[in-house]
């Protein structure tokens, strides 16, 4: 079945393009997802007009997550916690931590686009970084300090 991609597929192709693919992927998981339109000819004459609305569209969800990227980086996460002499955490800050902070900044994303390896387990100042959209990374200086 041949079908346009409505939005970039990994191992697929990108938007625009017009891929054959096998009956079921394209009935149970492309067409379902919005990411592909069967190639009929009416889709076919209509593809340049599709492919400005998907490029539109693509502007604007860019343009919003660079928006939140300066939001985001005008902030600075401080944590107070208690620690040791040695200046290691009990306890530690996490990704969570991070994305209530943000919530309670009216910021609202989800914890897996916030990049911690491993939660935070020492005193002083990190830099997180925030992957809002594939092309926008936002960094959030995020200092933890010790309670008295």
Same mark, same amino acid.
Request: glycine share 8%.
């Given at each position: 079945?041949?079908?346009?991609?409505?939005?970039?597929?990994? =191992?697929?192709?990108?938007?625009?393009?017009?891929?054959?693919?096998?009956?079921?992927?394209?009935?149970?998981?492309?067409?379902?997802? =919005?990411?592909?339109?069967?190639?009929?000819?009416?889709?076919?004459?209509?593809?340049?007009?599709?492919? =400005?609305?998907?490029?539109?569209?693509?502007?604007?969800? =860019?343009?919003?997550?660079?928006?939140?990227?300066?939001?985001?980086?005008?902030?600075?996460?401080?944590?107070?916690?208690?620690?040791?002499?040695?200046?290691?955490?009990?306890?530690?800050?996490?990704?969570?931590?991070?994305?209530?902070?943000?919530?309670?900044?009216?910021?609202?994303?989800?914890?897996?686009?916030?990049?911690?390896?491993?939660?935070?387990?020492?005193?002083?100042?990190?830099?997180?970084?925030?992957?809002?959209?594939?092309?926008?990374?936002?960094?959030?200086?995020?200092?933890?300090?010790?309670?008295?």
């Amino acid at each position: 079945m041949k079908v346009i991609l409505l939005d970039d597929v990994a =191992k697929l192709g990108r938007r625009g393009e017009v891929r054959d693919v096998s009956d079921g992927y394209a009935r149970n998981f492309l067409i379902p997802k =919005k990411l592909a339109l069967s190639a009929t000819q009416g889709n076919l004459t209509n593809l340049d007009h599709i492919k =400005k609305q998907q490029e539109a569209k693509a502007g604007r969800i =860019k343009s919003d997550a660079e928006g939140l990227r300066a939001r985001i980086e005008a902030l600075s996460y401080e944590e107070r916690r208690q620690a040791s002499e040695e200046g290691k955490l009990f306890g530690s800050v996490t990704s969570q931590d991070i994305v209530e902070f943000l919530g309670r900044n009216g910021i609202k994303i989800e914890r897996r686009r916030v990049h911690l390896d491993e939660p935070i387990k020492t005193l002083g100042e990190t830099r997180v970084q925030i992957r809002i959209h594939p092309d926008v990374t936002a960094e959030l200086p995020v200092s933890v300090v010790r309670t008295e």
